[in-house]
């Protein structure tokens, strides 16, 4: 039996037909000639020495040896398809494909976008809004920014910045709930999106940061930090503002965040990249871009007592 691999041709014939479990469908997908796609698989049938197909009047059917080596030869071209991409992209220094969740996406990112496009009009940038954990590689995603404990093996990984929380809103509600104290009769806004943080950074943590054994029951809850956000800012309520996501609209007055505590979480938000790609001139000039917006609005962080929910005192 002849142990050394096939021609690649061969293979690919024999996948698509598989796939397709038409000779028809493959050799259109190929774009060649049934006659010539039935003339690849036979050849690959010799090299084997057994059939891969039961030739039936009007359909065709894996024999044995064609199912055990049908699923070897998708996985394989599929991971040859992504390789190539993958190469092809390391010579593209013009575009730049960015995946973040959605509420990163809608609160720091799009607010921003247009300062970076007139900064790196050289840069065709494309985002895609997603909680989807994507392959890099597969996906053809050159950053992805994400938030989370990792840890992320095999990537290049930048913390962004400590992420805390603290109540945020508007200038009019401030008047109304002048002291932590207040906030137990205020309407509390609750973002469940945050709820697989261990330990918790929720409202019941920042009341004890500040020494209120309060543990609100009411208010109204939100699955995506955004429309948490988006809450606020209506006066719907009070927000446990998470940094990325308020500092923004802290910073320029549309929230406020009077009480100078919040607490942190060692969740952060990272840039994310294949290894060896950082320095590629468009992720180099979006990390960049991205530390130079954080620190523009650096001052509302160093305006608060931050405490870590870690050392926070025991229940």
Avoid at 16 to 37: C, G
Avoid at 80 to 87: G, N, Q, R
């Amino acid at each position: 039996m002849a142990t050394s691999l096939p021609p690649l041709t061969a293979l690919r014939a024999f996948e698509a037909a598989a796939r397709h479990m038409s000779f028809a469908k493959a050799a259109d997908e190929l774009h060649v000639t049934p006659a010539a796609l039935s003339f690849q698989i036979k050849s690959l049938e010799e090299h084997l020495g057994r059939p891969l197909f039961h030739r039936l009047n009007r359909a065709v059917e894996l024999t044995d040896e064609g199912r055990a080596l049908a699923p070897g030869t998708a996985e394989g071209f599929r991971t040859l398809t992504a390789a190539w991409a993958a190469a092809r992209r390391l010579q593209d220094s013009t575009t730049l494909t960015v995946t973040a969740g959605p509420a990163f996406t809608a609160k720091w990112m799009a607010p921003r976008l247009y300062e970076f496009a007139r900064a790196h009009p050289e840069i065709e940038l494309r985002f895609s809004a997603s909680l989807r954990m994507m392959d890099l590689d597969r996906d053809q995603i050159d950053v992805a920014i994400r938030f989370g404990y990792g840890p992320d093996l095999g990537l290049y990984a930048l913390p962004l910045a400590t992420e805390w929380l603290t109540p945020v809103m508007t200038p009019e509600l401030a008047e109304r709930y002048p002291t932590p104290d207040s906030l137990r009769e205020a309407p509390l806004i609750h973002d469940q999106s945050i709820d697989f943080l261990d330990p918790p950074c929720n409202w019941p943590e920042w009341f004890r940061a500040v020494g209120i054994d309060h543990v609100p029951t009411q208010g109204a809850r939100f699955s995506h930090g955004d429309h948490a956000v988006d809450a606020a800012l209506a006066g719907m309520g009070v927000a446990l503002g998470r940094r990325a996501l308020v500092i923004k609209d802290v910073y320029e007055g549309r929230l406020v965040a009077p009480f100078g505590i919040a607490i942190s979480t060692k969740a952060q938000f990272r840039f994310l990249c294949a290894e060896g790609t950082e320095n590629r001139p468009q992720i180099r000039a979006f990390r960049e871009w991205i530390l130079a917006e954080i620190a523009k609005t650096a001052s509302v962080t160093e305006g608060l007592r931050i405490i870590p929910v870690e050392d926070l005192p025991a229940k």
